[in-house]
């Protein structure tokens, strides 16, 4: 049984990898380890079998879940088990950017915070960007695109079937997890975060900074503009239409990162003024991109417009609050 002297032998052993836990609560906090049905003891490589295993099941998927006689449907079903389960994946490694390893440690014991390895956080960046913003990621080509029906049923639970379209909404679900991983890498509390993360520690520490993930999200999202084909067409566009899409959303959070009317913050104030650099600079890459095909010159041309008005646009600054007036984003996007 315990009792007062024998509690702080026990306090002690708190930090024993062996009784590692975490409640609910922690669940809640900046710290990547501490996740609901996964005490693994490294999550990010758990991530990364997963995504590696999703894209070696989905190169079969045509001839492994659907056998002969069987409903061309069950291809689209195993996509989307597959698919939900890399973005899953995405969303563990995000986790692990800008993140703390937290403990209850006590005086005497190690940090109750410690930092996570810049390498292990910069690998987990690669993995979000890698695996939710390119087009290969998502393993779609003609021929299973054409086979991803759905089976109409009314009974057995079948209804939501019947109104669902046949063929795959592509645009809509890979935008929709496009916009969720941006989200994941750009929300101001990550942001934040990432900020308070270098101020933490010594100047002559290496920590992945703020400014390199806004700056390696803006690469990764816009690369094509360093090298458009020349002889681009209209069934061959310079830019794909997944990643103008993803394109168009970057530019969307950006801008209104720009324009934050709560940026009355210190990290508020820095990370405005990266993303008005940043919006600076993808203007200069448009300017000089030249594409031959009406897709992209139109996803060009308005992008440009966009980022011209949010640089110009004007807003005044509270002197007691530091908080700025309301701005109506429906001027640079039409809605």
Avoid: C
């Amino acid at each position: 049984t315990m009792d007062d002297e024998s509690l702080p032998d026990i306090l002690s052993r708190v930090n024993e990898p062996q009784l590692a836990y975490s409640t609910d609560e922690d669940t809640f906090d900046s710290d990547p380890s501490s996740r609901r049905f996964d005490w693994g003891k490294n999550p990010l490589d758990y991530a990364d079998s997963q995504i590696r295993l999703v894209k070696l099941l989905r190169a079969t998927i045509l001839e492994r879940m659907v056998k002969d006689g069987q409903s061309w449907g069950r291809a689209r079903n195993g996509y989307e088990m597959l698919i939900n389960r890399q973005f899953s994946s995405v969303g563990t490694a995000a986790d692990w950017i800008g993140g703390t390893l937290n403990n209850r440690a006590r005086k005497g014991d190690r940090n109750p915070i410690e930092e996570i390895d810049p390498e292990v956080q910069r690998r987990a960046l690669a993995m979000v960007l890698e695996n939710s913003m390119r087009d290969e990621a998502w393993g779609l080509d003609s021929e299973l695109l054409h086979k991803m029906t759905v089976e109409k049923y009314w009974d057995n639970g079948g209804g939501d079937s019947i109104r669902t379209n046949s063929s795959y909404p592509i645009h809509q679900k890979i935008g929709g997890m496009q916009a969720s991983a941006l989200s994941m890498l750009l929300n101001p509390i990550k942001l934040g975060n990432l900020y308070d993360g270098e101020f933490r520690n010594d100047p002559d520490i290496d920590v992945l900074t703020l400014a390199e993930v806004i700056q390696s999200v803006t690469d990764e999202v816009w690369s094509e503009l360093g090298d458009l084909p020349k002889n681009s067409t209209n069934r061959r566009p310079a830019i794909s239409s997944l990643r103008r899409n993803l394109q168009s959303e970057h530019l969307a959070r950006l801008i209104e990162l720009s324009l934050e009317e709560d940026s009355g913050t210190p990290a508020g104030r820095t990370i405005q003024s990266l993303v008005r650099m940043q919006l600076k600079d993808i203007l200069k890459l448009i300017d000089k991109a030249k594409a031959k095909d009406a897709y992209t010159r139109a996803h060009l041309s308005d992008a440009s417009m966009k980022i011209e008005k949010a640089l110009n646009a004007q807003f005044t600054i509270s002197s007691d609050s530091g908080g700025g007036g309301r701005i109506d984003f429906s001027s640079f996007f039409g809605e």
